[in-house]
């Protein structure tokens, strides 16, 4: 049987806690390693930050810069490059000088942030681009041929259910998010507020790197998580339910329902807002329910709340269906073959 032809390539990715970095690129490298394709990941330096003065804002950059030429030279001993999203923050910087073919991973709407005619020269300027769900591939095929759609995985090693005869507590309603999302927590907190008010047993649980402000929910039922790396899968296992609100936007559409799909992994029913890919997820199974309106988050809440066995039937059905289709050992070798049929090292 003849040997496989490894494939290298450099990826560029942004930054050591960057979830699109962990859970698109670097929790495959050991797997990819073993279907014959090597990745050597280099981490962005950039530290900008909105509100940073221009001085600062340049001497990051400078800095960011210097690292990634560094990275550029070292790219030319592989065989190829792959860009999770920019090089660097929202805007082109060295892209045009990375070693060919190269591959473009996307799981956003990253046109809102950094334009369309900014995005559509990154894209055009690949041999092909990864898409994290169906909406992704339909925008970024305006501007590429090759496009593969291959949806964001969960390491199930790690995202496992909790001890089902551990001591019961209060119900939890968990959401979990970064600061940019708790816009969406907020638009949903009269809904929430409703259903904790009819089941005095619940809390709210928030794991976030900054604190939510509530003004209909009272501190004494919410709890907060500051996020960590650590605490990242304790805090959802043993919840009542996972949630996860969006807004009806192409932003939102452009969303993979990560956040949805560890909390399947940890075998918790969900609601969700039916947007993009969180309807597609639901679609596939009995694994939760979605909500529109307000009444349909108190609803659905209440729902799971009172029901814990229908709500426990959801959580295993989840389970098993992220570990089938979601999960590293099945998204893995999907995505060692486009990047092979990309850079045409089949």
Known sequence: MPSIVRLKMTAFTNGRDN?????????HIPSLSELGVDIIEHESRWSGRLGQDTATTIGNAGFAIAHRVCDLVRSYKVSGSLFQRWMLSHFPTLE?????PRVLDVDDAIWQDSGPATTRWLASRCAGVICGNSF???????????????????????FLP?????????QIICWSGSASTLRYLYEIERALARALHCNPQAKLRVMCNVPPTFA????????YLEWSIGQEVGAIQGCTVG???????EWARGKCSFKMLCYMACGIPVVVSPIGTNSEVLALGEVG????SENDWVNALDFILKHPNKGGEMGRK??????????????????????RRFTDFA
């Open 216 to 223: 209909q929910i009272p501190a004494s039922r919410t709890e």
């Open 96 to 100: 045009f000088a990375a070693r060919k």
């Open 243 to 249: 949630i996860m609100p969006l807004e009806d936007s």
């Open 289 to 292: 329910l979605a909500a529109k």
């Open 318 to 339: 989840g389970r098993a269906l992220v570990d089938a289709h979601y999960s590293v050992r099945a998204v893995t070798p999907r995505l060692a073959e486009a990047l």
């Open 162 to 170: 909790g001890n089902p005869h551990a001591a019961h507590g209060p």
């Open 19 to 27: 979830p699109s970095a962990r859970f698109r690129i670097r929790q």
């Open 136 to 158: 992704l591939a339909s925008r970024f095929s305006e501007w590429n041929s090759n496009i593969a759609v291959i949806p964001t995985a969960v390491d199930t090693s790690r």
